[in-house]
C-alpha cells in the first residue's frame, strides 16, 4: 500500500456537507488533516427551509473523532451568502486551499411541471453557487499558487434524464464551469476537476433501491474526492464517474468526422449521405480546449 494520502494543514470548504456526500467528504477529510469549514444551508431537498443543525452535527462529529472544523450556514446561491463562507475559512483558518462545490437541490417533476421558478432556484444552488465561491476562492489560490476545486456534476447533466431540465441544465453548466476554471486555474497549480457521482441519500432515495443503500453508499464517493484533493492528485480538467467501489474517466469525445472536399459538396445531403463517417467513433479525439476543437474541426483553411 503506499503512503497515506492526507491533507495536513490544507483549509477545505466543502458546500452542503451537513448531510449526505458532503458530509461524507468532510469527515474523511478531516480525519485526514484538513481543517473543514462545513456549509449547508439546511434545507429541504427542493431547496425551501434552513436549519443550522445540519452543519452543526457535522462538526461536531468532526471535532468528536479529534478532527478540526467549524460550521457555515450560508447559502451557496448568492454571491454574499459565498463570500460569507469563504470569510467563515479565512476568519477561522487563515486561508482556502480546497474547495467542493457539493451543495445541491432537486425538484422532481415531470418535465412540463417545470416552472420557470424551478429552472431559476435549482440553477442557483448548483450553477451559480458553484461559480460564486470558485470565484472567490480563486485569487487566494492564485496568489498561493496552489489549489483544488471538485465540481459536482452528474449523469442527470452529462447524459439527461427525460424529466431532470433544471437539474440536468445546471448540472451540465458545471461541467463547463469547471472547464474554465481548469484552464483558467492551471498556470497557477490551481486544479479543478468534476464528478458524476452514484450514491444513496436523500437525493437518490426515490430512485436508488433500497436493498443497495449500503452498495452505493456515499462512502464509495469521498475517497476520490479525497484524492482529487490532495497534493499527490496532478490531475485537472478531468471528469470521473464515480460509484459503488467504481472510479471511471469520462470525457466529451469527438469523432474524426467527414470533411467535404470543397463548398459545393457541402450539404445536407451530402451530410445524410456521409452518416456513417460523422458518427463513427473509432480513433476519437478528447480536445481540451476550444482551440484545439476548433483546429480539430476546421482544420487548415482552405485557400
Ligand atoms: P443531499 O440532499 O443529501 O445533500 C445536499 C446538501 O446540500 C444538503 O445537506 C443541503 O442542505 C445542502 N444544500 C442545498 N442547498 C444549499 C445551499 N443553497 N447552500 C448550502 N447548502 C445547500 O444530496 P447528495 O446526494 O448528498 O448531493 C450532493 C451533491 O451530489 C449534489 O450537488 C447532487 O446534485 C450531487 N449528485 C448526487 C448524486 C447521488 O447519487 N446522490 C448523483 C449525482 C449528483
Known amino acids: 500500500m503506499s503512503k497515506e494520502i492526507r491533507l495536513d494543514n490544507r483549509v477545505a470548504i466543502i458546500t452542503g456537507a451537513g448531510a449526505g456526500l458532503g458530509r461524507s467528504h468532510a469527515l474523511l477529510m478531516a480525519a485526514r488533516g484538513a481543517r473543514v469549514v462545513v456549509n449547508d444551508l439546511g434545507g429541504r431537498l427542493d431547496g425551501t427551509g434552513a436549519n443550522q443543525s445540519a452543519a452543526d452535527g457535522v462538526v461536531a462529529e ?31 483558518y487563515g486561508t482556502v486551499d480546497i474547495v ?16 420557470p421558478e424551478d429552472f431559476a432556484v ?3 444552488v448548483h450553477l451559480n453557487g458553484s461559480y460564486y465561491l470558485s470565484m472567490a476562492a480563486f485569487p487566494i489560490m492564485k496568489e498561493k499558487r496552489y489549489g483544488r476545486l471538485v465540481f459536482t456534476s452528474s449523469s442527470g447533466g452529462m447524459r439527461g434524464s427525460a424529466d431532470g431540465v433544471a437539474y440536468g441544465a445546471a448540472k451540465a453548466g458545471v461541467v463547463g464551469l469547471a472547464n474554465v476554471m481548469a484552464l483558467a486555474g492551471a498556470p497557477y497549480g490551481v486544479y479543478s476537476n468534476v464528478i458524476l457521482p452514484n450514491a444513496y441519500t436523500r437525493m437518490t432515495e426515490m430512485v436508488v433501491a433500497e436493498r443497495n443503500r449500503e452498495k452505493v453508499s456515499a462512502e464509495f464517493i469521498s475517497p476520490l474526492v479525497l484524492y482529487l484533493c490532495s497534493e499527490q492528485c496532478q490531475l485537472n480538467h478531468e471528469m470521473f464517474a464515480v460509484g459503488g467501489g467504481t472510479v471511471a474517466r469520462t470525457i466529451l469525445a469527438l469523432a474524426p468526422g467527414w470533411r467535404a472536399g470543397s463548398r459545393a459538396e457541402f450539404n445536407a445531403e451530402a451530410i445524410h449521405a456521409h452518416l456513417d463517417e460523422i458518427m463513427n467513433m473509432t480513433n476519437y479525439s478528447n480536445p481540451q480546449t476550444t482551440e484545439e476543437e476548433t483546429r480539430l474541426v476546421v482544420g487548415r483553411r482552405r485557400g
Open 122 to 124: 435549482t440553477l442557483a
Open 62 to 92: 468532526i471535532r468528536a473523532a479529534g478532527g478540526e472544523a467549524v460550521a457555515n450556514y450560508d447559502t451557496v446561491a448568492t454571491p454574499e451568502g459565498a463570500q460569507s463562507i469563504l470569510n467563515t475559512a479565512l476568519d477561522a
Open 100 to 115: 467542493v462545490n457539493n451543495a445541491g437541490i432537486i425538484r422532481y417533476k415531470r418535465l412540463l411541471e417545470h416552472t
